[in-house]
């Protein structure tokens, strides 16, 4: 198997935020650049956000957006926003060794656990997840305002 090694995106580093944006896109079409700058911006100011790249023969190949979240069900758990590979490098277990680097991340800092959310309609990922071991522990309500 080929081994990612990961860096994180310093956000006041234009060079590296259009590589992250452009591994994002594809996951979050809506975003277009000045909002994905705002947003990565605020959220990491908020709650410590993180963008990291997954880097592979000095390629970056897949990035994962997380935090560290608090709150009364999970206690203290890394919460995975994005993670994506792109996708003439899916099926080489690239996002494996991404769920393994939040594991790590969230074993070091003393976290009961890991979470993210997916879209019920994003069934390769659904299947993906599955196959990583996590378990469905709850559906998620969203409402537009």
């Not at 080489?92 to 060794?97: A, D, I, M, N």
């Not at 993210?116 to 469905?136: P, S």
Request: aromatic share 8%.
């Amino acid at each position: 198997m080929t081994t990612l090694t990961f860096r994180d995106v310093d956000i006041h580093n234009i060079h590296q935020m259009q590589e992250a944006y452009q591994l994002l896109a594809p996951l979050r079409p809506h975003l277009n650049w000045d909002n994905f700058v705002q947003l990565a911006n605020e959220a990491q100011e908020r709650d410590q956000f993180r963008l990291t790249l997954g880097i592979l023969d000095g390629i970056s190949v897949g990035i994962m957006g997380h935090r560290v979240l608090a709150d009364f069900v999970h206690g203290r758990h890394l919460y995975v926003d994005d993670l994506v590979v792109d996708e003439a490098r899916r099926g080489r277990g690239l996002g494996t060794q991404f769920l393994n680097y939040a594991e790590d991340q969230a074993r070091q800092l003393g976290l009961s656990g890991l979470r993210l959310c997916t879209g019920i309609d994003n069934k390769d990922a659904i299947r993906f997840y599955h196959r990583e071991g996590w378990g469905l522990r709850a559906h998620a309500f969203k409402k537009k305002l």
